[in-house]
C-alpha cells in the first residue's frame, strides 16, 4: 500500500501512477533480511547515527599532497581492520530510460511510454557494481569484512503510512514533472527500493559472511555498523556506492568524525546524471577532490586491489 503520505497529485492520478509501476516491476514484499541471507549477518533497519567523543592524533598516519594537489600518498590497510562498505546498489540507481536524456529521465510514472526508470538513474552504475564486486571479493580473500547497505524507508507501524523518512519527506524535487516526492524511491511499498543483486549487473553478495544493514538517513554509519566494526576491530571505511554526493559523501564525513581513516574509491562511487545534466556539474569530479583534501584517501579501484593489504587474493582478474 502507497504511503498515505504521497502529496500533491490527483487521488486516481496518484492510483494510475502506481498501478503502472507495479505492472512494470511486479511487487515486492518488504524484508528487513533478504531472502536467503544468513539471519545473524542482518543488522536490522536504523536511523540513529553512530557518536563518539574526541578523535585522538596519530602522528604517524599521515596523507601527503604533492605539489599542485595532483596526487597524494595512501594509508597503509590492514586487512583485518579495514571493512568494505557497498551501499545502496538499489533499483533507483539502476534503472535507467533508453535515453538519457532530461526529457526522458524525468517522464512521470502516469506517462503512457514510462519505462520503469528512476530518475535517480546513475549513468555508472553498471561500472560501479563491477569494481565493487572486485572490492568485495578481494577483500572476502584477505578477511575484510563487507558490509551491504539499502537505504529504505518503511512503514513500522502498519499504518499504511512511512515512519523513518525523516526531513528528506519535506523535499519535492520533481513534483513540477508529474513525480511524486523523490523520496518514494526508496519507500519498501514501491520496486525500486529493492537491492540490485547477483546477474551481469548486480553485486554478487556472499549472503552468509557478508553483513547486512538497512540505513534511513544518508550515512551509512548507523549505530548497528558502527558498533559491529568496533565489535571486529576495524579502524578503517572503504566507502562505495550510490549516490556520491548525498550518502557516499555523507557517510565519508561522518566516518571521518567518528575517527576511522576513510578511503574513498572514486570508481567505485556514482550519482545520478540529472542534476549533471541540469547543473553542468560532475560531481564525480569535484567531490572526490574535496574529500581527498582533508577527509578521505581516495583512491581508484585498481590501485586498491594492488595495495599489500589485498597482496596475494584474486580478485584483480575481474577488472
Known amino acids: 500500500v502507497p504511503s498515505k503520505r504521497l502529496q500533491d497529485q490527483p487521488p486516481m492520478a496518484m492510483m494510475r501512477c502506481f498501478v503502472r509501476v507495479l505492472l512494470l516491476f511486479g511487487t515486492t514484499a518488504a524484508a528487513y533480511c533478504p531472502e536467503g541471507w544468513e539471519e545473524s549477518k542482518c543488522l536490522g533497519s536504523s536511523g540513529t547515527l553512530a557518536s563518539s567523543g574526541p578523535v585522538a592524533f596519530k602522528e604517524d598516519e599521515s596523507i601527503q599532497w604533492t605539489a599542485g594537489l595532483s596526487g597524494h600518498s595512501h594509508y597503509a590497510l590492514e586487512a583485518a581492520k579495514t571493512a568494505v562498505l557497498i551501499i545502496d546498489p538499489q533499483k533507483a540507481y539502476a534503472a535507467c530510460p533508453s535515453n538519457l536524456t532530461v526529457e526522458e529521465l524525468i517522464k512521470s510514472p502516469s506517462a503512457e511510454d514510462f519505462e520503469g526508470h528512476s530518475p535517480l538513474c546513475c549513468e555508472k552504475f553498471d561500472d560501479v557494481v563491477k569494481n565493487q564486486n572486485a572490492i568485495a571479493k578481494k577483500a572476502r580473500e584477505a578477511g575484510s569484512p563487507v558490509f ?8 513500522l507501524d ?6 523513518n523518512c525523516g526531513r528528506i519527506c519535506d523535499f519535492d524535487a ?4 508529474g513525480w ?8 519498501a511499498a514501491l520496486p525500486w527500493h529493492e537491492l540490485v543483486l547477483g546477474g551481469d549487473a548486480g553485486f554478487h553478495a556472499d549472503t552468509t559472511a557478508d553483513y547486512y544493514v538497512e540505513k534511513s538517513v544518508y550515512s551509512a ?6 558498533d559491529k566494526l568496533t565489535e571486529l576491530g576495524v579502524d578503517t571505511v572503504v566507502v ?3 549516490m556520491t554526493q548525498y550518502c557516499s559523501v555523507t557517510t565519508s564525513r561522518h566516518a571521518h568524525d567518528l575517527g576511522f581513516k576513510v578511503v574513498y574509491v572514486q570508481d567505485a562511487n556514482d550519482g545520478p546524471i540529472l542534476p549533471q545534466l541540469l547543473s553542468g556539474v560532475d560531481e564525480n569530479a569535484a567531490v572526490p577532490l574535496y574529500l581527498g583534501i582533508a577527509v578521505a584517501d581516495v583512491i581508484s579501484t585498481a590501485d586498491l586491489l594492488a595495495s599489500p593489504a589485498f597482496a596475494g587474493t584474486t580478485a584483480t582478474e575481474e577488472l
Not at 221 to 226: E, I
Request: no cysteine; net charge negative.
Open 148 to 155: 551491504v547497505v539499502g537505504h529504505v524507508y518503511r512503514d
Open 158 to 163: 502498519g499504518d499504511g503510512a512511512v515512519d
Open 174 to 177: 520533481l513534483g513540477w514533472a
Open 180 to 187: 511524486p516526492k523523490v523520496w518514494n524511491l526508496w519507500n
Open 221 to 226: 554509519m548507523t549505530a548497528p555498523v558502527v
Open 240 to 242: 562505495t556506492g550510490f
